[in-house]
Every structure is written in C-alpha cells, then in structure tokens.
C-alpha cells in the first residue's frame, strides 16, 4: 500500500509541477510514455489522437458527460478525441483497455463506482497506473421507483424492505461499488434489500420498467428521460438536504439514521506514464469543459452539484481522501469483508 501510495502523491506532484522525472516512473520506462526523450511529450503537445474511453454503455451519465467535454478539450489541444464506450465489470473492462493503449493516446472517465472495486481489491487495475486529469461532475445518489409499479413512495418501500428482508430487488451498477455500500448502509437501519447488477444503464432501467426490480440505484441525469416519460420518480435521496431540482416528495436518508453519503462523481484519467507535461496540457484544457455553454446545460438539466470541477492537483487529493472513505464505509457497512 505504501508504495501505490507514494507513486500517487508522485502523479499527482508530477502533473501540478510539471515534473519531468515522474515520465520514468511506469514498469516501462519514459521510452514508451514519451517523457524522457524531450519530444511531444516533453513539450506537452499531443501528435495523435487521443482516445477517450467511456467505461460503460452508451447514454449513461459518464458517457454524456465524455461526449461533452472531448470536443472542448479537442479544440485546446489541437487533436480529435474520439469516444468509445466499453461496459462491463463496473468500469474495470474500459479502463483495462484505457491502459493498453499507448498511455500519450489514452484517457478514461472514472467514477466513483470504479474506484470502489480498486479498494475493494477487485479491480483489474491499481490507483497506481492512472493519473489524475480533472473531476468534471459530482452529484448525489437515489432511489427511484416505476410510477406503475407496486411501491409508490418511500413508506412502501421501506416497509416492504424491512418485512421481506433482501426480497426486493434494487437494479445496480455492479457488485461492491457505491450502490452496494448505500445499500449497506440502509440495511444498518432495518431495510435489507436485494441487489441485481446489471453491465448497461438500458438493462438497469429495463428491469425496473418491466418489474424484474422494484427500484433501480442512481442519479437524476442518468434517468431524466425516464422521469420526464412519468416513468420514474424518487422515493429515497441519500443526502442530508433536499437536492435543488429534484421534484418529488421524497426522502432523504439522513431522516432514516443514515449519516455518511458518497456521490457519484466522474472524472477523467489517464495512463500514470503519460509524459507530465501533456498531464498538465489536458489538465489546463479540462477547465475550458467547466465554461462550456453545452457543459453547463448538461449540468443543470443532470441536477449536478455546484463546484464539481478540480483540476489534477486537487483531483488527486480527493480522489486520495474518497478512498479512504470508501473503506471505511465499505467496511461499516459489511460490503467489504
């Protein structure tokens, strides 16, 4: 653990700094990143493409998210970025391929769902390989049910949680990540529910639409269609205040005993043997994404949260504290045994 952590704090320095020697850091040596041979990469200039890859399936927050910004930071850096979604083992396939690619041709959105499996200690990658670029949103979590389903509010729900322990089905994003712990944390409180994974955002709401789950886990952005259909509508909110924008007469978890929240923020990252000076180049180009007129439309219409960009710097230290959070409720709320 040490050592993943050192080599962090060194991304993380390497980006802010402009740190040439952290391009040697990688198994492969600054040959292969392109930092030590006083090239592109040394200038921070980027010669070919660069390939964003959307860990999940299309029209999921990330993917919007992904889509949105790649045409912002394209224009500041003078290369097309092209966004491919690959889905599966909550997010672990898409950043697999992320770092098997060149690491000054590849970058990544990452949410919080992922970095729950690294601590989980499940992930096909370590915090190590990647590098901090910029977090470009952040919003809470909740609880949704089918308006022509058979709970209608909270009171229901709860209810049937609580005298049907782990007989209602919530649709989830995969096992051990955010879902899973929010999950954990409401079975603290007496409602014990029954988690169903699904690899695409379609089949999450597909099996709340069709009855296979009672309620699906996730954000105000990812299910607007569904809720501007009279589809969905929240019942629970894990929050200690109401969510501006979010109509409904809904619960908040703080109300239930629930004390600790992590949301849902994403973020993009690249190989850590991304040469430094290319780190800092997109990390700058990443703060055009906060100003972007579509950006901030997306924002808003997606109830995101204020303040939820950061740049490396700052993104790397969360990203640092969020893991340590994660564990801790992780282990709290027995999800990580």
Known sequence: MGNTRERWVAAVSAVALGV????????????????????????GEFKRPITMVVPFGPGVGSDQAARLSAPVIEKEIGQEIPVVNVPGATGNTGMTKMLQGP?????????????????????????????????ISNAPSSLW???????????????????NPGEVAVATVGKGGIDDIALGSLEQQ????????????????????????????EQAGDVKENVDAGQFKPVLLFADKKQEGLEGDYTLASELGVEEFLDQWRGIFANSEM??????????????????????????????LEGGFMDSEEYGKFVKDEQTKIKDLGAKYGVFK
């Open 20 to 43: 040439a020697a952290f391009a040697g850091c990688g198994d492969t040596g600054g040959e292969k990143s392109g930092g030590g041979g006083g090239g592109a990469g040394a200038s």
């Open 275 to 304: 040469a430094p000076e290319q780190l800092k180049t997109l990390s700058d180009a990443c703060s055009k994404v906060e100003q972007d007129p579509k950006f901030d439309e997306f924002r808003k219409k997606a109830l995101e």
């Open 190 to 217: 007496g409602f014990k529910f029954r988690a169903v994974p699904f690899a695409e955002g379609s089949e999450r709401k597909g099996a709340v639409l069709s009855g296979d789950t009672e309620a699906i886990f």
């Open 103 to 135: 690491p000054e041709q590849s970058l990544a959105i990452m949410p919080a769902d992922t970095l729950a499996t690294v601590v989980a200690g499940t992930s096909s990658f370590q915090l190590d390989e990647v590098a901090p670029v910029c977090r």
């Open 145 to 163: 049910v089918n308006t022509k389903g058979k709970y209608k509010d909270w009171d229901a729900l709860g209810k049937a949680a609580k005298e």
